[in-house]
C-alpha cells in the first residue's frame, strides 16, 4: 500500500510511516474521542498486526495506525499491545478525554481490575500509566462486530508489510465502513 496525495492534500492531511515523527500542519484542540482495535495473529509465525481507529465525537475518523509488529505474539499480548498503540498515539495527539473500546473482556477487566500478573501486567501497567494522563479516561468492552474498521486496518499492515498512521484524514479502503458505522 502506498499513500498517495495531490499536493492540496498534503498540505491539508498527512499520512506518516509509522516509525516517522509525528509533525501534522493542522492545529488540534483536544476533545472526546473514541479509541478502538483489532488484531490479527497468523498461526504461520508471521508477525502479529493491528489496527487502532480514534474517532471523533460524531463517529468521523479522526486518526489510524496500521501496524506490523515485531514478532508474532500471542492473541492476548496482540491485544494488549494494540491497546497500548491506541491509548499512545491518543497521547501524542494531544487528546484529553478518552474512551478506549476493545473486543478483548479480559484485557478490559485487567485495566479496570488492576491485574497486574502474568504476561500481560507489564503491557497494562503501561496502559494505565499513559491513560493516567488523560484528564479522563475510560475502558469498555464492545462486542467485535464494533470493530470492522480497525479488522481491516490490521489486515492492510500484514498485507502492505508497512506500518502507517493516518491524522485527519481516512484512509480509503476504510473509508465505506466508517461511514456506515456513523450512520451516513
Not at 489510524?64 to 501524542?92: H, M, N, R, W, Y
Not at 481516512?170 to 458505522?181: K, L
Request: aromatic share 6%; hydrophobic share 40%; glycine share 8%.
Amino acid at each position: 500500500m502506498q499513500a498517495k496525495h495531490s499536493k492540496a492534500q498534503a498540505e491539508n492531511s498527512w499520512v506518516r510511516q509509522a516509525h516517522a515523527p509525528i509533525v501534522s500542519p493542522n492545529t488540534f484542540s483536544a476533545q472526546a474521542v473514541q479509541l478502538k482495535h483489532c488484531v490479527g495473529v497468523h498461526v504461520d509465525g508471521s508477525p502479529s498486526c493491528i489496527g487502532v481507529a480514534i474517532r471523533d465525537y460524531r463517529g468521523s475518523l479522526f486518526a489510524a495506525s496500521s501496524k506490523i509488529l515485531p514478532a508474532p505474539f500471542s492473541v492476548e499480548i496482540t491485544e494488549a499491545l494494540a491497546l497500548q498503540e491506541g491509548v499512545l498515539l491518543a497521547l501524542d495527539l494531544g487528546i484529553s478525554h478518552a474512551i478506549v473500546e476493545s473486543d478483548a473482556l479480559s484485557i478490559i477487566q485487567a485495566i479496570t481490575e488492576g491485574d497486574l500478573g502474568g504476561d500481560l501486567g507489564h503491557i497494562v501497567q503501561n496502559i494505565k500509566d499513559i491513560s493516567s494522563s488523560f484528564s479522563w479516561c475510560s475502558f469498555q468492552h464492545l462486542k467485535r462486530s464494533g470493530n470492522r474498521a480497525t479488522h481491516e486496518l490490521a489486515r492492510a499492515a500484514r498485507i502492505s508489510g508497512v506500518s502507517w498512521v493516518w491524522e485527519g484524514v481516512c484512509p480509503s479502503f476504510v473509508e465505506h465502513i466508517i461511514i456506515e458505522d456513523s450512520g451516513g
